[in-house]
RNA sequence: GUGGUCGUAGCUCAAUGGUAGAGCUCCAGGUUGUGGUCCUGGCUGUUGCGGGUUCGAGUCCCGUCGAUCACCCCA
């Protein structure tokens, strides 16, 4: 039988009913925090991410591209970052600043999958453009955080861990690195954890740096940039949830200032989501059309989903948040009566409430199966009582008889 | 792209080279108009696919496809 592909997925039911949770989850603290929804095509122009990544960038190696009808070279978006520089040049005009963005979109990469990655997944992304100030990266970070938390997760099991690029520019350059020297020092930097230290050696070489300064470097801890925007955290109470951490560098050139990646705290994973600032980008992109700061971040779902369930206490909120609510399942109890049922059936969903009913004849005793099966708070009763209803309280069992016409606004009120 | 591990029912898994099984799910029943439990019965397999070794292969060998983990990389 035909499959889906590698790494793309399918979505029964429950794995939807989990996805939109997740998805509505994002939006809701989003919109808290002020920002605006936007989207854009899932299809662009190759071109778009060629522009960006001159050096045979890993990334155009991982796109889904291909030669449409009219000749042209498209390619699935394997981020969302050049499609809103795009968007953001169009009419950065029309916005006033700071603009607060975010999307929830799916992407493609064609790499092999493996834990945590797939080669189609769902991103929040987040950004807020056309503002530099160290405010703007507390609010940033604040929404990242209060994202997490809005799944159930507490400092305790998860951390941002805060650097800064221009720090490590700065340190970089005051030792005589070049444009180039930086880039590779930074990549360096990136592995310490990864590669043995010889190797990294030979590596930073051409740098004039060895393991042993970069190490000291980050040991050196919280630079001077990191005050004002761990005040603004602090103002918020969000303090405990950020550690200061030269070792994050990130492996993107296009980072100026501040970047962060937020880990779960048993490093079980790899990160949870990343982003920085990234002041020179919208104008590298729109070829200098729009010339504004800007920095945010993105948070995959597929990671997410698998810190979810080693997680007891976000299992269990998404779990109730997921559990199915029928607010009135009608039992036929006698066929004759079907025509009826219908009807008060269709009073149920128009005055906005859940309702369902058996398609085919079924005993009662069954029907009543099915009811708990789908998780029906209230079971109304049709039959020989006709105008008269039976309503029960399924939790409670307990019953009363009432006129049909009465059972919608009852129940509705109920519920409001 | 490189390497390790693994592919048996819808799902989770058994079966020394010797007749492919269990639990769950699903479906149908358990006689009068009331429940998640319980009882009975039933369905589903070219053991991922293709070759090979063998009297005999789910089991061993090769290939292939897929899954998974790591490397790479992480926008």
Redesign the pocket.
Known sequence: ML?????FRDFYPGDCARRNHVVETWRSVSRRYGFAEFDGPVLESADLYRKK?EEG???LE?LYSFTDRGGREVALR????PTLARMVAAREKHYRKPMKWFCVSNFF?H????????REFLQFNADIIGESSPQADAEILALAIDLVRAFGFTAEHFVVRLSDRKAWMDFLQSRGCDEAACRLAL?CA??LE??PEDKLNAKLAPTGLSVSDLKSFIAAGSPEAFGPVLEALAARGLSGFVEPDLSIV???AYYTGVVFEIFDRSKNL??LA??GRYDGLVKGLSDGSADLPAIGF?MGDVVLGHLIDETPAAAEKLRAALASHLDVFV?V??ESCRAEALGLVQSFREVGLSADFPLKPA????Q??E???L?ARH?A?????WPQV?L??????S?ETLDHAALAPKLKSQKS
């Open positions: 499959q889906a592909l590698p790494g990544n960038a890993e990334i991982q394997p981020e969302m970052t990469r790499e092999r999958q493996q834990k945590g990655r797939l990549a990136d592995k990864r590669e990130r492996g993107l790899r990160a990343g982003g993105g039992v109890a006698d005993k009662v005793g069954k009543f199966q009811a708990e099966h998780g079971a009763i049709v039959g020989q009582e039976k029960k309280h399924l939790a409670t069992r019953e």
